[in-house]
């Protein structure tokens, strides 16, 4: 089993930042390959990024590339998601969960992030 909770998010103005923490669980092989995605209102659920146990990150959403930054923590079992110059459109929940995740899998239940104009 494979357990998450995300924190983090809230109301930011435009410009702001805002940093996301995951605590997240599981065997060492299902949560290799973790990642933030998010979901706004009325569209699937898309990946932002993702990490490796190792360290190896990278950002998918061309739109927040060079704004945010995916990291762990293996000791503390700990993901961030770093998010800078927010900007309306990154409004969303963000989720955390292993890459490989798919929709009826045991999704946490995310944290909302709104970014105001």
């Known amino acids: 089993q494979v357990q998450l909770v995300e924190s983090g998010g809230g109301l930011v103005q435009a410009g702001g930042s805002l940093r996301l923490s995951c605590f997240f669980s599981g065997s060492d092989s299902s949560i290799n390959a973790m990642g933030w995605f998010r979901q706004v209102s009325g569209k699937q659920r898309e990946l932002v990024a993702t990490?490796?146990?190792?360290?190896?990150?990278?950002v998918i959403i061309h739109s927040v590339k060079g704004r945010f930054t995916i990291s762990r923590d293996n000791a503390k079992n700990t993901m961030y998601l770093q998010m800078n110059s927010l900007k309306p459109e990154d409004t969303a929940v963000y989720y955390c969960?292993?890459?490989?995740?798919?929709?009826?899998?045991?999704w946490g239940q995310g944290t909302l992030v709104t970014v105001s104009s």
């Open positions: 990490i490796t146990a190792s360290g190896l990150a990278n």
């Open positions: 969960a292993p890459s490989w995740f798919g929709p009826l899998d045991a």
